[in-house]
């Protein structure tokens, strides 16, 4: 099956700094691509909608200047955590829906976990 | 508004069956997904339904009624690893998928 890929798994930084999470599909190409958050014991809470070559679409209470999501290309997207707080730290997950694919069945990275100290 | 209900928390006891229930009302309909979601771990698919009836994958099947807004997991021959949180998602008519917030299924011994 497809695959994605997401990095770091495990980031731990300062209150104040900004972290970068990438987002690839290995081999296949992803005109769209999703970013969640998890807090713990929590279900899954969409941020955005990332689209090749356009803005990204962000959910209600998600700040878009905080949150930076890139697409830049078929097969990456990225999202920054700009001046990041300890509330911030969560479980992010990304997914991906194959260019053409019949079902649009999602296919999510790993998950990145975020300690914001 | 759009709308997925399932039950918060499940517990059964291994080697037995268990079925997870998912209602839904959404804006549309593109199929509907099942995810299993361990731990501190990303969601792993289970099945994709878009017609009416029983899909079956090994000890997992996927029930669903489009005229019904329903939709059920099963579980058979439970082990110890399917303790997990199970998520029904819904594909609505602009192609966004809608979650539900997900089943924690703990099995006992």
């Known amino acids: 099956g497809a695959v994605v890929s997401q990095h770091p798994s495990w980031v731990i930084c300062k209150s104040g700094t900004s972290v970068k999470i990438e987002c690839r599909s290995l081999d296949f190409q992803a005109t769209t691509m999703f970013w969640y958050r998890q807090f713990p014991k929590q279900s899954l809470m969409l941020m955005a909608t990332?689209?090749?070559?356009?803005?990204?679409?962000?959910e209600q209470g998600v700040e878009k200047d905080k949150f930076l999501i890139n697409h830049a290309s078929l097969t990456l997207s990225t999202l920054t955590v700009t001046s990041a707080h300890p509330e911030d730290s969560s479980f992010y997950i990304c997914?991906?829906?194959?260019?053409?694919?019949?079902?649009?069945?999602?296919?999510f990275g790993e998950g990145s976990r975020l300690t914001v100290l | 508004g759009q709308n997925i209900d399932q039950p918060t928390e499940m517990t059964a006891t291994e080697g037995a069956i268990v079925q997870i229930n998912c209602t839904y009302q959404?804006?549309?309909?593109?199929?509907l997904f099942w995810y299993q979601q361990h731990a501190g771990e990303a969601p792993t698919f289970l099945s994709y339904n878009v017609l009416d009836g029983l899909e079956e994958k090994g000890r997992f099947s996927s029930f669903l009624s489009r005229s019904k807004g329903y939709s059920y997991l099963l579980l058979k021959e439970l082990q110890m690893k399917d303790s997990a949180s199970y998520l029904c998602a819904v594909l609505d008519s602009n192609y966004q998928l809608i979650w539900g917030a997900g089943t924690k299924l703990i099995i006992k011994p």
């Open positions: 997914s991906a829906r194959e260019a053409g694919g019949e079902t649009g069945e999602l296919f």
């Open positions: 990332s689209n090749e070559g356009s803005k990204a679409t962000y």
């Open positions: 959404t804006s549309g309909f593109n199929g």
